[in-house]
């Protein structure tokens, strides 16, 4: 059996939350729809103390200990590549495993090539948060990564470019706190990752601390199905979460779909209260639809983008906690070997995209993606290969807009 997680296939995750949706949730639904940073957000990107080691060996063991003194450390940016700030070297590799990887001894890894990163930076926690769940979210971090707080090991994750969510709440302590990451650049998943492009490590997404309450909108999914050419039925799960094993109270879920001036466009959806019992982690998944007619549909000329409000309710009809998410009616089929948009053919001109910047390296800000999405228009592309991999949750927001 291999000595470390890294090196395990049969652990790719630590103490990690259930994946959910990308979502952002506020405390009413005027907030979520302001368009703002949630008041139950708070950025963790910025300067991080940082030190770097050329294999896990000479890493600083104890560096996420509160007493720990990392006064002599340098500081590094995130998200940013550790390679671009001059630590290790960029390496490209076209065919073949990445150095320190080969494919006679998979899933071990060299150990004398394997960098480790350790990041360390405090932050406060709000006080308006006392009372919620805290979750920490890291939205890609190449290749493997353990979490501290508070010198408490929190857990582990790989994955380089799918979030990773832990729940802090537990190692939490009012006012200022310590949290850290070590960071390795291989694992057992790098083997995976084995695709034509520039190699860098580091936390190269952004990192995000994001409070709930213990009643909490775990996940959604919205669809809708046209009955006819002109009448759709717009349709919603919603998972709720009550992590309190005290409350067992009635609550209810509200969904409201809005047009561009905030206006509603069909009946709003109100699921069912339900109580849920009192012990922990308990869940339920409510379904609810309504119908409206000839829903204004999106294409890529008229990206027409409809807003749903979430809305958690308690017993008073009071909101508990809200999110809204844009959504785009359309009908996307294959006959006759042709892709059918609305039931208008579509001619494909596509091309790769990787994550990269000449600058930042796989630190790819929101800015960049703009521009990248603002070239391929003017060259008429209309669709975009993600090579290889889950692009930054902003990419998709672009696709569905004109910009």
Request: aromatic residues 12%; glycine residues 6%.
């Given at each position: 059996?291999?000595?470390?997680?890294?090196?395990?296939?049969?652990?790719?995750?630590?103490?990690?939350?259930?994946?959910?949706?990308?979502?952002?949730?506020?405390?009413?639904?005027r907030?979520?729809?302001?368009?703002?940073?949630?008041p139950?957000?708070?950025?963790?990107?910025?300067?991080?103390?940082?030190?770097?080691?050329?294999?896990?060996?000479?890493?600083?063991?104890?560096?996420?200990?509160?007493?720990?003194?990392?006064?002599?450390?340098?500081?590094?940016?995130?998200?940013?590549?550790?390679?671009?700030?001059?630590?290790?070297?960029?390496?490209?590799?076209?065919?073949?495993p990445?150095?320190?990887?080969?494919?006679?001894?998979?899933?071990?890894?060299?150990?004398?090539?394997?960098?480790?990163?350790?990041?360390?930076?405090?932050?406060?926690?709000?006080?308006?948060?006392?009372?919620?769940?805290?979750?920490?979210?890291?939205?890609?971090?190449?290749?493997?990564?353990?979490?501290?707080?508070?010198?408490?090991?929190?857990?582990?994750?790989?994955?380089?470019?799918?979030?990773?969510?832990?729940?802090?709440?537990?190692?939490?302590?009012?006012?200022?706190?310590?949290?850290?990451?070590?960071?390795?650049?291989?694992?057992?998943?790098?083997?995976?990752?084995?695709?034509?492009?520039?190699?860098?490590?580091?936390?190269?997404?952004?990192?995000?601390?994001w409070?709930a309450?213990?009643?909490?909108?775990?996940?959604?999914?919205?669809?809708?199905?046209?009955?006819?050419?002109?009448?759709?039925?717009?349709?919603?799960?919603?998972?709720?979460?009550?992590q309190?094993?005290?409350?067992?109270?009635?609550?209810?879920?509200?969904?409201?779909?809005?047009?561009?001036?905030?206006?509603?466009?069909?009946?709003?959806?109100?699921?069912?209260?339900i109580?849920?019992?009192?012990?922990?982690?308990?869940?339920?998944?409510?379904?609810g639809?309504?119908?409206?007619?000839?829903?204004?549909?999106?294409?890529?000329?008229?990206?027409?983008?409809?807003?749903?409000?979430?809305?958690?309710?308690?017993?008073?009809?009071?909101?508990?906690?809200?999110?809204?998410?844009?959504?785009?009616?359309?009908?996307?089929?294959?006959?006759?070997?042709?892709?059918?948009?609305?039931?208008?053919?579509?001619?494909?001109?596509?091309?790769?995209?990787?994550?990269?910047?000449?600058?930042?390296?796989?630190?790819?800000?929101?800015?960049?993606?703009?521009?990248?999405?603002?070239?391929?228009?003017?060259?008429?592309?209309?669709?975009?290969?993600?090579?290889?991999?889950?692009?930054?949750?902003?990419?998709?927001?672009?696709?569905?807009?004109?910009?």
């Amino acid at each position: 059996m291999p000595q470390h997680d890294w090196e395990n296939p049969e652990i790719f995750q630590i103490n990690t939350t259930v994946p959910h949706t990308t979502a952002s949730f506020h405390p009413n639904g005027r907030s979520a729809l302001n368009g703002k940073v949630s008041p139950w957000e708070q950025s963790l990107n910025g300067e991080w103390q940082f030190h770097w080691s050329p294999n896990p060996r000479s890493r600083p063991k104890d560096f996420h200990q509160l007493e720990y003194d990392a006064s002599d450390w340098d500081t590094i940016p995130v998200p940013a590549n550790w390679e671009m700030h001059g630590y290790g070297r960029p390496q490209y590799v076209n065919i073949g495993p990445r150095p320190g990887l080969s494919k006679s001894r998979i899933p071990g890894i060299d150990h004398k090539k394997n960098q480790v990163g350790s990041y360390r930076r405090t932050f406060t926690l709000p006080n308006e948060w006392n009372g919620m769940r805290v979750f920490a979210r890291f939205d890609g971090v190449r290749s493997a990564f353990y979490l501290f707080v508070n010198g408490h090991k929190v857990g582990y994750s790989q994955g380089s470019c799918t979030p990773a969510e832990f729940e802090i709440s537990a190692y939490l302590q009012p006012g200022e706190n310590l949290i850290a990451a070590e960071v390795y650049s291989l694992c057992d998943g790098t083997y995976l990752e084995d695709q034509d492009m520039w190699r860098l490590s580091g936390i190269f997404r952004d990192v995000t601390l994001w409070a709930a309450p213990y009643l909490h909108m775990q996940d959604f999914q919205l669809w809708a199905d046209f009955e006819s050419e002109d009448v759709a039925t717009f349709r919603a799960m919603v998972l709720v979460e009550s992590q309190d094993p005290q409350a067992a109270q009635p609550f209810s879920v509200q969904i409201s779909l809005l047009d561009h001036e905030g206006e509603p466009v069909c009946e709003t959806i109100h699921m069912f209260e339900i109580t849920l019992p009192r012990h922990t982690g308990n869940q339920a998944r409510m379904v609810g639809e309504t119908w409206l007619n000839a829903p204004r549909r999106w294409s890529a000329e008229d990206p027409y983008l409809y807003t749903v409000l979430l809305e958690l309710l308690d017993p008073d009809g009071e909101v508990i906690e809200a999110t809204a998410r844009k959504f785009g009616f359309r009908t996307i089929e294959i006959k006759d070997r042709q892709i059918l948009i609305n039931g208008q053919p579509v001619l494909m001109k596509g091309v790769n995209r990787h994550e990269i910047d000449p600058i930042l390296g796989q630190a790819v800000t929101r800015e960049r993606m703009e521009q990248d999405v603002k070239l391929l228009k003017q060259y008429n592309i209309n669709a975009l290969r993600t090579s290889h991999y889950p692009n930054h949750p902003y990419l998709y927001d672009l696709s569905l807009i004109h910009i």
